[in-house]
C-alpha cells in the first residue's frame, strides 16, 4: 500500500482565479491519478498522470482547465483554472504500482468557488 | 461508455445483521474487482478486492462474492456494526491503463 498527502485540506476561492492541489506519495509510484467527487456522488476520473509523459484526459476534462503536473515519481499537482462554482467539488488523488489495478487514495482536497 | 451499476444506493442494517450490496459490471480489461469504503470527510479506503483465480475472498468480517459469468459481484459484511456506517463503493477495470470505474456508492447505515 501507498500513503498518499494532499494539499491544501480545503479551501474557498473566488471565481475566475486558479488553485493548485499538490499531491504526495510515500514512495515510488508507476501511475497517478486525479477524481472529482461531488458531495453524496461517485468518483469520475479527471486525468491520469504518468512521470516522463503528458497527462491524458477523460472525456469532459481538458489540459486547459485541469493542467497537471507529474515532475517525479512520488508528486503530482492538479490545477483548477479560472474557476467558477460548478467547480466547487471534492478532488482527490490516488496512485497504483502499475502491473496492478491496487488504486490508494489521498484524503480529499474540498474546494469551494464563491 | 462502460458502467458500473451499484444497489442499493442506501442500506439501513441493524447491528448483527448481514449487509449485502450489489454490482453489475458490462465488459472490463481485467477480473479485478475492488471494494472501497469511504467514511465522511475521509478518501476512499481499499477494503478488500478480489482476482480471477477465485470465486470468492473472505477477509474478516467480509466477503466477495463474483459470478463472472453473470457479470456481478457482491459485497458481504457479516455481524454488521456501527462502525461499518459508510459509503461503499465497487469498482471494475476498463482499460489496461490501470485505470478504474466506479459504481455509484451505498450509503450503509448500521443501527445500534
Known amino acids: 500500500s501507498a500513503v498518499i498527502s494532499q494539499k491544501p485540506s480545503r479551501d474557498i476561492c473566488q471565481r475566475g482565479t486558479s488553485l493548485t492541489i499538490q499531491c504526495q506519495v510515500d514512495s515510488q509510484v508507476t501511475m497517478m491519478f486525479w477524481y472529482r467527487q461531488q458531495p453524496g456522488q461517485s468518483l469520475t476520473l479527471i486525468a491520469t498522470a504518468n512521470q516522463g509523459s503528458e497527462a491524458t484526459y477523460e472525456s469532459g476534462f481538458v489540459i486547459d482547465k485541469f493542467p497537471i503536473s507529474r515532475p517525479n515519481l512520488t508528486f503530482s499537482t492538479l490545477t483548477v483554472s479560472n474557476m467558477s462554482p460548478e467547480d466547487s467539488s471534492i478532488y482527490l488523488c490516488?496512485?497504483?504500482?502499475?502491473?496492478?489495478?491496487?488504486?490508494?487514495f489521498g484524503p480529499g482536497t474540498r474546494l469551494t468557488v464563491t | 461508455q462502460q458502467q458500473v451499476k451499484q444497489s442499493p444506493q442506501s442500506l439501513i442494517v441493524q447491528k448483527g445483521g448481514i449487509s449485502i450490496i450489489n454490482c453489475a459490471y458490462e465488459?472490463?480489461?481485467?477480473?479485478?474487482f475492488p471494494w472501497y469504503q469511504q467514511f465522511p470527510g475521509k478518501g476512499p479506503a481499499l477494503l478488500i478486492a478480489?482476482?480471477?483465480?477465485?470465486s470468492e475472498k473472505k477477509e474478516g468480517r467480509f466477503t466477495i462474492s463474483f459470478n463472472k459469468s453473470a457479470k456481478q459481484f457482491s459485497l458481504h459484511i457479516m455481524d454488521s456494526q456501527p462502525g461499518d456506517s459508510a459509503t461503499y463503493f465497487c469498482a471494475a477495470p476498463y482499460n489496461q491503463g490501470g485505470k478504474l470505474i466506479f459504481g455509484q456508492g451505498t450509503e450503509l447505515s448500521v443501527k445500534p
Open positions: 478480489i482476482r480471477p483465480d477465485v
Open positions: 490516488s496512485c497504483s504500482g502499475g502491473l496492478s489495478y491496487e488504486q490508494y
Open positions: 465488459n472490463t480489461a481485467f477480473d479485478y
